[in-house]
């Protein structure tokens, strides 16, 4: 099993920056790459970025120049760095871990979750 824990979630000004955390724990040879995504009320999960074990990263087309995700070398801490943040960026914010080897956004390739961190953007 994996567990993880999201924190660094906080309401900012539009413009403003964040950098989101997680921290892993458990069977960490059980994963093959990890991921961040989001969820807006009434909206489905949405894919971010990825990183795999050698540190290749996927993004979202929104994500692109605004997000950036990061790994420690001992693969226990992950962390998600935005800026030039939107109220559209307003959602909960979740990382997860997939037993897969080829990076995805897809949460269905995901098995192991975080409770999710809280990002409100205001205008």
């Known amino acids: 099993q994996v567990q993880l824990a999201e924190s660094g979630g906080d309401s900012v000004e539009s413009g403003g920056s964040l950098s989101l955390t997680c921290v892993i724990n458990g069977k960490l040879d059980s994963v093959g790459y990890w991921g961040w995504f989001r969820q807006a009320p009434g909206e489905e999960r949405e894919g971010l970025a990825a990183?795999?074990?050698?540190?290749?990263?996927t993004y979202e087309d929104s994500a692109k120049g605004r997000f950036t995700i990061s790994m420690s070398a001992a693969k226990d801490r992950m962390t998600l760095r935005m800026k030039r943040l939107k109220p559209d960026d307003t959602a909960m914010y979740y990382c997860?871990?997939?037993?897969?080897?080829?990076?995805?956004?897809?949460?269905?390739?995901?098995?192991?979750w975080g409770q999710g961190t809280q990002v409100t953007v205001s205008s």
């Open positions: 997860a871990a997939s037993p897969w080897s080829c990076a995805s956004l897809s949460p269905s390739d995901f098995d192991w």
């Open positions: 990183i795999d074990y050698n540190d290749k990263t």
